[in-house]
Structures are given as C-alpha cells and as structure tokens.
C-alpha cells in the first residue's frame, strides 16, 4: 500500500500526475486528504480523497509515503500531526518517503536527508538539513525519493514506480505514455 497524503494547497500536477502513472501501474494507492476528505490544490482544483487521515490505521502495513509539494500544501502537510507520525513510522520501519518541490523540506526539518542527496524547488535548499543539494529532477537515494518540481512530475513517478514494481515495468510505463 502506499499512501499519498494531500493537505490544502498542494501542487495538482505532482500529485495527480504520480497518482496516475503509478495506478496505470496497478500500484494500490490511497489519496489521502490530510484536512478532510476533499482537499484542495493549490490553483483551486478539489479533488475528493480515497480516505481521510481519520481513517488511516496507524501501523506499518505500507510500502510508501509520498507528500506533493506546492504551497501552503507542504506547509500545511508538515504541520498536521498525523502526516508527522506517518513519517516517523515511515522512517522506523524503512518504508519509502517521496517528496516532491517545496515537500523536501519537511524531510529536512525531521533530519531525514543527513548524509543524503536530495533536491527540492529553488530557493529551498536552506531547509535540506545535512544533505548533499544535487541539481536533478530527481534524486533516489536509498529509501528517499525528491523531486524538483511540477515540471520533475514525470521523472519522479518513474522513480517512484520503479523503485515499487522495478525498472523494466517503470520502462514500459515509460514507452506507453511517449516519454522518451
């Protein structure tokens, strides 16, 4: 299961375009709105949940967190305290986190990217705490997954699914949908 947590504010493009790709994939995936079960992205598109974080269960029986960035989204993700404690079970347990644009920062604050390569939107570099800033679309580095922005969407649902289901299915996603 992965889950992909959606607060007011987030960035459409990252969120919906990983969504997309990775349950093309057949990646079992839950939206899960972080304020109530309809968040709002930041240009003003609603999109209904599949949960809300109400009806999250609190253990490990996951394989993936994913945060999309935008603002106030990610501000908004970092401050709630059930994202918070999906992180720090994320973290306990090895489970994948992935980040995207000014989400990264949230990894930062927690020290997660200590010793790690890591990209973020321009401007938040500052907030990387103890990583090695790397100037990519997408960075992978062991269970921490970046990504630089809204026009990174592609790469890092790639990333994301190969590092769920594998290169060669991550390829053929690829060549279906023509990004060469």
Not at 91 to 97: D, L, R, Y
Not at 127 to 135: E, I, K, N, Q, R
């Amino acid at each position: 299961m992965v889950y992909m947590f959606l607060a007011n504010g987030f960035e459409e493009i990252e969120a919906l375009y990983t969504l997309d790709v990775l349950r093309r994939a057949k990646v079992d995936i839950k939206t899960v709105g972080v304020s109530s079960k309809t968040a709002l992205g930041s240009h003003g598109i609603p999109v209904v949940c599949d949960i809300s974080v109400d009806e999250l269960p609190f253990d490990n029986d996951f394989d993936m967190i994913i945060l999309p960035g935008g603002m106030p989204g990610s501000t908004n993700l970092d401050n709630d305290e059930s994202v918070s404690r999906y992180i720090s079970i994320a973290k306990e347990n090895g489970k994948f986190i992935c980040a995207i644009c000014a989400a990264p920062f949230i990894l930062g604050k927690r020290g997660l990217l200590m010793g790690k390569k890591a990209t973020c939107f321009p401007g938040f570099e500052k907030y990387l705490d103890g990583a090695t800033v790397v100037d990519a679309g997408v960075v992978r580095d062991g269970s921490i997954i970046t990504g630089r922005a809204m026009g990174s969407a592609h790469e890092f649902a790639l990333a994301i699914l190969e590092a769920l289901k594998g290169k060669d299915i991550a390829q053929e996603l690829k060549e279906a949908i023509i990004l060469k």
